[in-house]
């Protein structure tokens, strides 16, 4: 396979926690605390991070991505509540995967507050459906509503005053996010970093691993360059002649974790759809695709 060059993550010289380092509890601004669930794995990392939104004295707070439904995790963020001193008056998820949305509907039925999301499911029939662009006033603060998807149809990203934005998957604190297939959408991927970018973005607080406060731009940047560069291996792969999905990620992945291949295997064919849709590759009986006939 033609080797082509892997751009360089900017995180690799960031003083960030190692994997398993990240403590339960963090105050990251006057207006956000985050609190990790005890769910990690080689798909969740640390675990995921829930989100404590509130202006100091209001009294009020929003839950941002409850996660799990864990006894544990619920009374850790009850823990940050009372020394918040605050009430929830919603609960906010920025998609629909179990990892974040699966303690939204009961979470809020604890609280008494309305679940918020892209999606009626998410919400439940008491909830509210999110439209981009809104502006949520809501626990001292306002809080915009941002679409991003790509890494699923009904993802969101929620910017706060401070010029931090929430990305649930997004972006990730370490590696990159998987785009699902076939609900995830590249070219919608690809777009929606491009719109965070456009907000200049102080901080990126990622629904998993390290909070990102350096340069979250770099690190946008960096993952547009990575799509490239994911885009750019399998169409040198193609080169070569006719390969499978699984021959692909063999190829394009062989530096990852097996363990990591299922998910790699769906940002490929999420890449060759967009490939396809382009016309610059075919797909073939079976799982094969060829590069397609330029004439």
């Known amino acids: ?32 605390a985050r609190v990790l669930a005890p769910n990690s794995s080689g798909m ?69 507050a309305p679940v918020a999301a892209a999606s009626a499911a998410v919400a439940g029939p008491d909830g509210r459906v999110l439209a981009p662009g809104e502006q949520l006033r809501l626990a001292g603060t306002t809080i915009g509503v941002v679409a991003t998807p790509g890494h699923t149809a009904d993802h969101l990203a929620f910017r706060l005053e401070s010029g931090a934005v929430l990305v649930g998957d997004h972006v990730l604190g370490r590696g990159t996010s998987v785009v699902t297939h076939p ?4 070219a919608a991927y690809l777009e929606s970093l491009r719109r965070v970018h456009d907000l200049g973005p102080s901080a990126l607080y990622c629904g998993h691993g390290p909070e990102l406060t350096v340069d979250p731009t770099a690190v946008l940047d960096f993952y547009r360059a ?8 399998l169409l040198a792969a193609l080169a070569v002649g006719p390969r499978s999905v699984d021959q692909l990620v063999a190829e394009v992945y062989a530096a990852v974790p097996e363990l990591l291949w299922p998910a790699a295997a769906q940002s490929t064919r999420a890449t060759l759809a967009k490939l396809v849709t382009e016309g610059r590759v075919e797909a073939r009986a079976g799982d094969a695709v060829v590069l397609a006939d330029p004439r």
């Open 183 to 186: 609900e995830g959408d590249v």
């Open 44 to 112: 969740t990392l640390d675990g995921t991070n829930t989100y404590v939104v509130g202006a100091p004295g209001s009294g009020q707070a929003v839950v941002v991505d409850p996660g799990p439904a864990d006894e544990a995790h619920l009374a850790a963020v009850e823990g940050v509540l009372a020394t918040r001193d605050a009430r929830v008056v919603a609960v906010l998820v920025t998609h629909h995967h179990g990892d974040h949305a699966e303690a939204a509907q009961p979470w809020g039925a604890r609280f008494g």
């Open 226 to 233: 990575h799509r490239a560069y994911r885009e750019q291996q």
């Open 1 to 32: 396979m033609h080797r082509v060059s892997a751009p360089v993550d900017p995180r690799t010289g960031w003083a960030l926690p190692a994997l398993g380092a990240m403590p339960r509890t963090a105050e990251l601004e006057p207006l956000v």
